[in-house]
């Protein structure tokens, strides 16, 4: 089955300094693989969606790579803020949940931005 | 749009009690689906829906759980009985077909003592 490795201790970085945080799977190639944001007490919210054929994708300062080579997904946050800090889950969709949005989520990685 | 609504937000009940847990999918969403989320095992997806229909539960731990979709704008997550592993954060998502993208509810914390 599936597994999907983040990295499981907090990522505390500077402000104004670029975020990297990390998902690696270890089986199959996702069609697409999202990364989602949840703050304490609140729900997941979508940040950004990539697809098996792109190789990077940007919304205003996020920006995503994919690796079917390695395997691997890097989440980058440029001009990182105190807002930013949060919960950063890595998803992928399971290819045996049919035609439907079937997501498996990685446990996360806590982004501390200090001031 | 008022997103996806949870209900309750929070719960405390005695084991072997019944929980109920509701949620309200966006308008027009066709995919619905359950999670519950743990420290130590992140979220797991429980149960999904489409249009209505229980598509897989093999994420559902035990006949202890149970889910229902009576309608497009109504589910429930059931257990009886509970018991103190139970306790966990349950979020409810929905999605409209095909654009890949989860909206979450805020989640309902339960708590079996």
């Known amino acids: 089955s599936q597994k999907i490795e ?3 201790e907090a990522l505390n ?3 104004g300094k670029t975020a990297t945080l990390t998902c690696n799977y270890t089986n199959y190639s996702p069609a697409y693989l999202q990364w989602y944001r949840q703050d304490p007490g609140r729900g997941p919210v979508f940040l950004l969606l990539i697809r098996e054929n792109e190789k990077e994708k940007r919304k205003e300062r996020l920006k995503v790579t994919f690796d079917t080579t390695l395997k691997q997904s890097l989440f980058h946050i440029t001009a990182s803020q105190p807002a930013d800090s949060a919960t950063y889950l890595c998803a992928l969709d399971d290819p045996y949940g049919g035609a439907t949005n079937k997501l498996i989520f990685g446990t996360g990685t806590l982004l501390a931005v200090q001031p | 749009d008022a997103g996806v609504i949870q209900s309750p937000r929070h719960e405390v009940t005695e084991m072997g009690q019944e929980v109920t847990l509701r949620c309200k999918p966006i308008s027009g969403h066709n995919s619905l689906f359950w999670y519950r989320q743990t420290m130590m095992r992140g979220l797991e997806l429980l149960i999904y829906f489409n249009n209505n229909v ?3 539960d093999s994420g559902m731990p035990e006949d202890r759980f149970s889910a229902k ?3 497009a704008s109504f589910s429930t997550l059931k257990i009886q009985p509970s018991e103190p592993r139970d306790s966990a954060v349950y979020f409810c ?3 409209p077909w095909g654009t890949g993208e989860l909206f ?3 989640g309902s914390r339960l708590t079996v003592l």
């Open chain 2, 54 to 56: 229980p598509i897989d």
């Open chain 1, 13 to 15: 970085i500077q402000e």
């Open chain 1, 6 to 8: 983040q990295n499981s």
């Open chain 2, 93 to 95: 998502a929905s999605t």
């Open chain 2, 104 to 106: 979450f509810g805020e």
């Open chain 2, 69 to 71: 979709m009576p309608n």
